[in-house]
C-alpha cells in the first residue's frame, strides 16, 4: 500500500515543477524580445547617429576646422564603441545570440562582453569534437553561465573567469571558474533564487549542477549533461538478409 503523503505530496510537486517551467519560459521569452528591440532598435538608432557624425566630422575637416572635426571624430569613436556595447548586452539576453548560431558563439559573446563591460579576464576555453545540441538544451546552458558569471562579478568580485565546455567520458561539461573570494553560505542565501533556477535548468536537460569552492580560491560552477547519441552507421539501414 503505498504512503499517503506520497499521494499527496506528488500532484503538488507536479504543479510546481510546471510552474518553474512556465515562469521560465516567460522570462526567457522577455529576455529575447528585449534582445531583439535593443538590437534593431537602439543600436540601428546609434548607428545612424554615428554615420552622421562620421559625415559632419569629415566636413569640418575639409572646410579647415581641424578641432572641430577632432571632437566629431571622438564622438564617432565613442558612438562606435557603444553600439559594440550594446550588441553585446542584446546577444547576452538572446540565450544563443540573435542568428542561432550555436552555443559556442553564445558563450564567446558572453566572455567578450565581459571583457569590454568590467574589464577583467574573461575566456572561453571550447572543444573543437563538441556536437550540436538541441536549441532549449542550448538556451538552458547559455542561461546557467550567464547566472555563474553574474555571481562570480557580484558576490565572487572576481577578476579572471574561464569559461569551458568539453565533452567528458560521454558527458557535456559546461564549466564556469573564477578567482574570486568565494560564494560564502550567506551569499548563498541571498541568491538563493538564482542557484535554484541554474539548478533547475540543469535537471531540466536531464543534466545536474555542482557549485563548490576551489583549492586555490574562488568558485567552481559545474554542469553535467547528457549529450545526443550518435547514430551507429550499421544501424538503420533495414536491409533484408540476402536469399540463399
Known sequence: ?????????????GRQELLNREILEIVDGERQRLGRELHDGLCQSLAGIAALSSALSRSL?????????A???EIVRLLD???????????GLSPIGLNGAGLAVGLEALARSVRHTHRISCALAPDSRFPS???????????IAQEAVRNALAHGRADQIEI???CVDGSGMLRIRDNGVGLA???RSH????????????RAIGGFLTVAGRPEGGTAVGCAFPLPRTPDPREGHGDAPAQS
Not at 1 to 13: D, F, L, S, W
Not at 81 to 91: F, P, S, V, Y
Not at 133 to 143: I, K, S
Not at 191 to 198: F, H, I, R, S, V
Open 1 to 13: 500500500m503505498r504512503p499517503q503523503g506520497i499521494e499527496a505530496n506528488a500532484p503538488r510537486a
Open 61 to 69: 575637416a575639409a572646410s579647415g576646422q581641424p578641432g572641430p572635426a
Open 71 to 73: 571632437a566629431a571624430g
Open 81 to 91: 564603441e557603444t553600439i559594440g556595447e550594446a550588441r553585446d548586452l542584446a546577444h
Open 133 to 143: 545540441l538541441r536549441h532549449e538544451t542550448e538556451a538552458h546552458l547559455m542561461r
Open 164 to 166: 569551458s565546455l568539453a
Open 185 to 187: 553560505d550567506d551569499d
Open 191 to 202: 541568491d538563493g533564487a538564482g542557484l535554484q533556477t541554474m539548478d533547475y535548468r540543469a
